[in-house]
């Protein structure tokens, strides 16, 4: 199906009638300063294809885009690559259409790896690492438990359901996407560790012992 640029009212019965996933790709940085609210993340300057393929299992799944302005052919060509022909269309001038539309915008409460630093005895056993399992066990926070994003689905229940929690991962990509999918099924009581465990490394936080992944 040939996608389509849609303005504001045109994307909301979209959702409406096709169920359609809105998929929000682009940077880490501008999704957390402002979002459609449900929309999902999965940035363009990443690992787009491996995330979307691991993420989004059907292949048919209607998508509508908010993308970059001047990236809106090489997103739709990306998804159809890896088998996502449904791209129905992508918001006319972007998130700021939205916001120019007077609709709601979201945003994911985030904190640097100082301020972690700073209240880290008091959530200490609310830290969650979505790197991969060999990440984690190569090194991690004391105290933190691995959710990898790859096994979301699994670790959904294990989440603290009205108390505060923090999220990570390598360098900031994998934890917002994370955060977006928690935000999409209204888990809103979280917050991203800016620069992931490469700002973590840097802090007095206390760490594991490096392991070399290879010896794993």
């Not at 402002?34 to 393929?53: E, K, R």
């Not at 809106?72 to 791209?87: C, I, P, S, W």
């Not at 200490?124 to 991969?132: A, E």
């Amino acid at each position: 199906m040939s996608s389509e640029v849609v303005a504001v009212p045109l994307l909301l019965q979209m959702i409406f009638e096709t169920e359609a996933v809105m998929l929000d790709v682009r940077s880490p940085f501008d999704y957390a300063t402002g979002h459609i609210p449900n929309s999902i993340f999965i940035g363009l300057d990443g690992s787009f294809a491996p995330w979307v393929g691991e993420l989004i299992r059907d292949i048919k799944q209607p998508i509508l885009l908010i993308v970059p302005e001047g990236r809106e052919e090489e997103a739709v060509t990306r998804l159809a690559r890896v088998g996502f022909d449904n791209t129905l269309g992508f918001l006319l001038g972007g998130i700021d259409e939205w916001d120019d539309a007077a609709k709601e915008l979201d945003t994911v409460n985030s904190v640097s790896a100082t301020q972690l630093n700073d209240d880290y005895l008091e959530f200490q056993s609310r830290i969650y690492d979505v790197r991969k399992e060999s990440e984690y066990l190569s090194e991690h926070i004391v105290d933190a438990k691995n959710t990898p994003l790859s096994k979301i689905n699994t670790h959904l229940e294990k989440l603290p359901k009205a108390d505060k929690f923090y999220v990570h991962c390598a360098g900031g990509y994998r934890s917002v996407i994370f955060a977006s999918i928690l935000k999409s099924r209204g888990v809103h009581n979280l917050t991203d560790i800016k620069g992931g465990y490469g700002a973590i490394k840097n802090t007095n936080l206390e760490k594991t012992e490096f392991v070399c992944p290879s010896t794993l």
